[in-house]
């Protein structure tokens, strides 16, 4: 899952971004409202992680102007502005959640899988489609009872598919979901994953539609 992080404040910032890697989501990070601007109107998310003290452009003016474009990926607001009539404005701006700082990133991560499961239309912690269970909180992957080792990548990839089962995903937006900017992709990259979770998984579960893309199969 990519994420888009929000913060000025290059401390913080860099634990959040590397604690989330450790979660395993891809987080790419921006240090002022205009650039998070900028760079929402261009790509896509799976979740929005934001500052409300921001320089060149506050928070909540990035979250008002992306609500009015209709962007309606989740957002998870981060501030150490702590009084209950910011958390209001903020939650009434369009936000679905509001942690305040210092947090445990623990528990970032667990409100994080929480809004992506609201947003997913999912309320089980875990994913489940044709016998194969998905935990996200737990990295841990089964198919009929048994445990399947996966690489962190091949379990981005099989979460990314498994949230709509049934759905083409092309080799481009299966990318766009997986990678941030600062990884270099290698052009058979996904080809590779789909490869591995195919082996693993076995080779009905991910099908391959001939020049459009990848889909787990449907029930």
Aim: proline share 4%; charged share 30%; net charge negative.
């Amino acid at each position: 899952m990519r994420l888009l992080l929000v913060e000025d404040d290059a401390m913080i910032g860099e634990a959040i971004r590397a604690g989330l890697k450790r979660e395993g989501f891809t987080v790419d990070w921006v240090h002022d409202g205009e650039s998070a601007s900028q760079v929402l109107r261009t790509e896509a998310f799976d979740l929005l992680l934001l500052d409300l003290g921001l320089p060149r452009r506050g928070g909540l003016e990035v979250l008002t102007a992306a609500r009015a474009r209709g962007e309606e990926l989740p957002v998870l607001i981060i501030t150490a502005r702590d009084a209950v009539s910011d958390r209001v404005q903020g939650l009434d701006a369009g936000a679905d959640d509001y942690l305040v700082k210092p947090f445990d990133l623990d528990e970032l991560a667990a409100r994080i899988r929480a809004l992506l499961r609201r947003k997913s239309g999912r309320t089980a912690p875990a994913v489940e489609h044709l016998g194969v269970v998905l935990n996200p909180a737990t990295h841990g992957v089964t198919r009929d009872g048994r445990e399947i080792a996966l690489s962190p990548k091949e379990f981005a990839l099989l979460q990314v598919l498994m949230e709509r089962p049934g759905t083409i995903l092309s080799r481009a937006r299966i990318e766009e979901r997986l990678y941030g900017w600062s990884e270099e992709v290698e052009s058979n990259a996904v080809e590779v994953h789909i490869h591995g979770l195919r082996r693993k998984l076995g080779a009905d579960y991910i099908l391959n539609v001939r020049g459009v893309g990848y889909r787990v199969r449907p029930a």
